[in-house]
């Protein structure tokens, strides 16, 4: 199975680039459109990665097998009991709309220590396509923060997320609590590459899952 | 040897587990070229090995000292599990 789609993904308020929630929520969506929206339960998110950033639209490819011959910029795969979905989107290039956004304001108030990590509430009722984005800016606003680097870390990008339990993406009944701590430091010379745990809990459920950032120096 | 094994087992295991299938093994296999780890993937296979092995290996050692092959990751490791000890 190979079903291929255009995409619309927007540019959300005052950036130039797509984020990779909204890629990643397209992942979703489509697949919610070809499996119903149950292929989910009990799923995990083997892995979303953004292999290089998106500028534009393209096409988006859901397939029960893994691609080789895609060059994506960036690719999901999600384990389900039922199924194995694969999904890639490809930038072609097409003129992306912009959508204005809320700029995260649940998220904003993110607790952040000085080694990369923090913590923040999601609140309860919100869609699942703000979970990723939130996990995303959190994660961002930590590297922005810390100061265990010896300098700055500027242009911090997103680059993958292993292991998220599908429960997270639910819309949930309860307040979430997210707390992101570093596990691993790869240091690149000018660049700086984390790996952090983000543990989500609320009343009777917990999760965790690993998410992986590039960041550079600002030495000047 | 029984070490050797283990730490080539442990190994595989990680790989097979991140590429969705076992890794063709053939020797002097680049775990890149040959088994298909991607570039992100690198860190995350560092962390792997960190959380199954207890040794942290940096980017740089791993390129210097030519890591990528199989061959020459499982004697490196054999090596550390062996001054460890």
Same mark, same amino acid.
């Given at each position: 199975m190979r079903h291929e789609v255009q995409s619309d993904l927007p540019k959300l308020g005052h950036r130039d680039y797509i984020q990779g929630g909204s890629i990643f929520n397209d992942f979703l969506d489509i697949s919610d459109q070809l499996f119903?929206?149950?292929?989910?339960?009990?799923?995990?998110?083997?892995?979303?990665?953004?292999?290089?950033?998106?500028?534009?639209?393209?096409?988006?490819?859901?397939?029960?097998?893994?691609?080789?011959?895609?060059?994506?910029?960036?690719?999901?795969?999600?384990?389900?009991?039922?199924?194995t979905v694969y999904a890639y989107y490809i930038d072609d290039g097409r003129p992306a709309r912009r959508e204005p956004y809320d700029e995260e304001s649940f998220y904003q108030?993110?607790?952040?220590?000085? *080694?990369?990590?923090?913590?923040?509430?999601?609140?309860?009722?919100?869609?699942r396509g703000d979970f990723v984005r939130a996990v995303v800016g959190a994660n961002k606003r930590v590297h922005q923060k810390t100061d265990r680097f010896g300098a700055p870390l500027t242009h911090i990008q997103f680059l993958y997320l292993?292991?998220?339990?599908?429960?997270?993406?639910?819309?949930?009944?309860?307040?979430?609590?997210?707390?992101?701590?570093?596990?691993?430091?790869?240091?690149? *010379?000018s660049e700086i590459w984390t790996i952090n745990r983000v543990a989500v809990s609320s009343e009777g459920f917990s999760s965790e899952f690993r998410i992986?950032?590039?960041g550079t120096k600002d030495t000047q | 040897m029984g070490n050797e094994s283990d730490v080539r087992d442990r190994l595989m295991t990680i790989l097979s587990g991140m590429l969705e299938k076992p890794p063709e093994y053939t020797p002097g296999a680049d775990i890149f070229e040959d088994f298909g780890l991607d570039s992100l993937d690198q860190i995350e296979f560092?962390?792997?090995?960190?959380?199954?092995? =207890?040794?942290?290996?940096?980017?740089?050692?791993?390129?210097?000292? =030519?890591l990528r092959e199989f061959d020459r990751l499982v004697a490196h490791l054999v090596e550390h599990q062996r001054l460890a000890s």
């Open positions: 119903a929206p149950e292929w989910l339960d009990g799923a995990v998110i083997t892995s979303f990665k953004l292999q290089r950033e998106s500028f534009g639209n393209g096409r988006i490819i859901i397939a029960d097998t893994g691609l080789e011959d895609v060059d994506a910029n960036a690719a999901m795969i999600a384990k389900s009991p039922s199924r108030a993110v607790h952040v220590g000085t *080694g990369v990590d923090g913590e923040f509430r999601f609140p309860r009722g919100r869609p292993k292991g998220l339990d599908a429960r997270c993406l639910r819309r949930s009944r309860d307040e979430y609590r997210v707390v992101i701590a570093n596990v691993s430091v790869q240091d690149r *010379g992986c950032y590039r | 560092l962390y792997s090995i960190e959380q199954a092995f =207890g040794v942290k290996i940096a980017d740089e050692t791993f390129e210097e000292q =030519g």
